[in-house]
C-alpha cells in the first residue's frame, strides 16, 4: 500500500506563485511514476505534470512555461511549483503515483492523494 500526502494548497491573486508537495511513503517500487493531476466540478480529471524515476518530465500544454516539477528520488517526493497563475488553474490539485513491476501485473499499480484546494481569485 502506498500513502501520498499532499501539502502546500490555498488562495493566491492571479500571477502569484504556489508550491504544492507531495510525499509518498509504503512499499514503492523503483519503477515509478509521480504526479500531479486537477479536477473542477463538472469536468474530468485532467493531467498536469508528471515525473518518471528515469526524470522523464510531461506537462499539459495549459501549463507549460509556468509549472515545474521536481522530485527527490530518494524521499519519493514530488514538487509543483506554479508560477503565473490564472483563474483557471483554480481546481483541486490531486498527487498520483503509478508503480510498475512484475508482481503488479500488466497494469501496474497506482494511488491518488486525498486532494489539496488551489484557488485563483482576486
Known amino acids: 500500500q502506498v500513502q501520498l500526502m499532499e501539502s502546500g494548497g490555498g488562495s493566491v491573486q492571479p500571477g502569484g506563485s504556489l508550491t504544492l508537495s507531495c510525499a509518498a511513503s509504503g512499499k514503492i517500487f523503483s519503477t515509478n511514476t509521480l504526479g500531479w493531476y486537477r479536477q473542477v466540478p463538472g469536468k474530468e480529471r485532467e493531467l498536469v505534470a508528471t515525473i518518471s524515476s528515469t526524470g522523464i518530465i510531461t506537462y499539459a500544454d495549459s501549463v507549460k512555461g509556468r509549472f515545474f516539477i521536481s522530485r527527490d528520488g530518494a524521499r519519493y517526493t514530488v514538487i509543483l511549483e506554479m508560477n503565473s497563475l490564472k483563474y483557471e488553474d483554480t481546481a483541486v490539485y490531486y498527487c498520483?503515483?503509478?508503480?510498475?513491476?512484475?508482481?503488479?501485473?500488466?497494469?501496474?499499480?497506482?494511488?491518488w492523494g486525498q486532494g489539496t484546494q488551489v484557488t485563483v481569485s482576486s
Open positions: 498520483h503515483c503509478q508503480m510498475w513491476a512484475p508482481s503488479l501485473g500488466r497494469n501496474g499499480a497506482d494511488y
